[in-house]
T-cell receptor, first 116, second 114 residues
Framework: GAVVSQHPSRVICKSGTSVKIECRSL??????MFWYRQFPKQSLMLMAT?????????EQGVEKDKFLINHASLTLSTLTVTSAHPEDSSFYIC????????????FGPGTRLTVT | AQSVTQLDSQVPVFEEAPVELRCNYS??????LFWYVQYPNQGLQLLLK??????LVKSINGFEAEFNKSQTSFHLRKPSVHISDTAEYFC????????????FGAGTRLAVHP
């Protein structure tokens, strides 16, 4: 149980285009979802937290107009990287938390974004 | 400021040898502690967690970690490692009160050699 999926697993896009990454909780309802960014050989940096039906809360230094997060349902959150640039290339990982267990986050497998 | 420190970026070890991965945090409030493992090009998997109660917590695959409040540490240990334990290990802390987010350490690369 408690499986989180991400799609796509890898994406290559050209500079200036936008790309959407989906995060789904497959067997539970995720009241809260988190989006992280991980640079090579570095730790995870929290980008934003989203609650279903509410606007996402972004961490300091994260551009909300560039990284659009939508948490439209209890099983789906999307991250859209708008007008992508090579410096946006990274590994993006989502995680989800249920409404019953307030302490554990379940992580998706990640999406490798490469902007050329 | 609240922070998590993993002192070792890489730990090489031979198969069947014991290993300790260190994690320290700084906080003036109560904490909840986690260890996650990440295999190449994959997401994170929870290895074990400390929420309350016994300070020694164990995973199903032989890892254990001990919460030491006085030393603000949560070191991960395994008495005998396997090749398959080769991965990146992240210590994470959730600080009580205020914002319920996980703060991750920089990670420790455990490389098990035959």
């Amino acid at each position: 149980g408690a499986v989180v999926s991400q799609h796509p697993s890898r994406v290559i896009c050209k500079s200036g285009t936008s790309v959407k990454i989906e995060c789904r909780s497959l067997d539970f309802q995720a009241t809260t979802m988190f989006w992280y960014r991980q640079f090579p050989k570095q730790s995870l940096m929290l980008m934003a937290t989203s609650n279903e039906g509410s606007k996402a809360t972004y961490e300091q230094g994260v551009e909300k107009d560039k990284f659009l997060i939508n948490h439209a349902s209890l099983t789906l959150s999307t991250l859209t990287v708008t007008s992508a640039h090579p410096e946006d290339s990274s590994f993006y990982i989502c995680s989800a938390r249920t409404g019953t267990d307030n302490y554990e986050q379940y992580f998706g497998p990640g999406t490798r974004l490469t902007v050329t | 400021a609240q922070s998590v420190t993993q002192l070792d970026s890489q730990v090489p070890v031979f198969e069947e040898a014991p290993v300790e991965l260190r994690c320290n945090y700084s906080s003036s409030v109560s904490v909840y502690l986690f260890w996650y493992v990440q295999y190449p090009n994959q997401g994170l998997q929870l290895l074990l967690k400390y929420l309350s109660g016994s300070t020694l917590v164990k995973s199903i695959n032989g890892f254990e970690a001990e919460f030491n409040k006085s030393q603000t540490s949560f070191h991960l240990r395994k008495p005998s490692v396997h090749i398959s334990d080769t991965a990146e290990y992240f210590c994470a802390v959730r600080f009580s009160g205020g914002y319920n987010k996980l703060i991750f350490g920089a990670g420790t690369r455990l490389a098990v050699h035959p």
